[in-house]
Nanobody, 123 residues
Framework: QVQLVESGGGLVQAGGSLRLSCAASGRTLSPATMGWFRQAPGKERVFVAAIQWNGDSTYYSDAVKGRFTISRDNVKNWLYLQMNNLKPEDTAVYYC????????????????WGQGTQVTVSS
């Protein structure tokens, strides 16, 4: 069973940066896609970014394009999300997810989820 554990969340002022990390453990991780989603209070979980585990393709929501960068370390089984120029509307719980088959922004296609890490951006 693959387990995903996020870290790196916290409180930051608008315009600041944070780097989220996601560590995968358990049996050998071989997803097709890994991604980040977020859920703000009272709202649905939404797609943030995704990356193909064995390729160079990355995908971003319009809300974060140009500010966030997703990356991975296939050897160490780590997933990252570098978040720059953060805005108050980025405040949410951020989740790491893994999809066994190709996926981009559809949460239903992701098989494994982390417990989430809180990101709070103050104005």
């Amino acid at each position: 069973q693959v387990q995903l554990v996020e870290s790196g969340g916290g409180l930051v002022q608008a315009g600041g940066s944070l780097r989220l990390s996601c560590a995968a453990s358990g049996r050998t991780l071989s997803p097709a896609t890994m991604g980040w989603f977020r859920q703000a209070p009272g709202k649905e979980r939404v797609f943030v970014a995704a990356i193909q585990w064995n390729g160079d393709s990355t995908y971003y929501s319009d809300a974060v394009k140009g500010r966030f960068t997703i990356s991975r370390d296939n050897v160490k089984n780590w997933l990252y999300l570098q978040m720059n120029n953060l805005k108050p509307e980025d405040t949410a719980v951020y989740y790491c997810a893994a999809a066994r088959y190709f996926a981009i922004n559809e949460a239903s296609r992701y098989d494994r989820w982390g417990q989430g890490t809180q990101v709070t951006v103050s104005s």
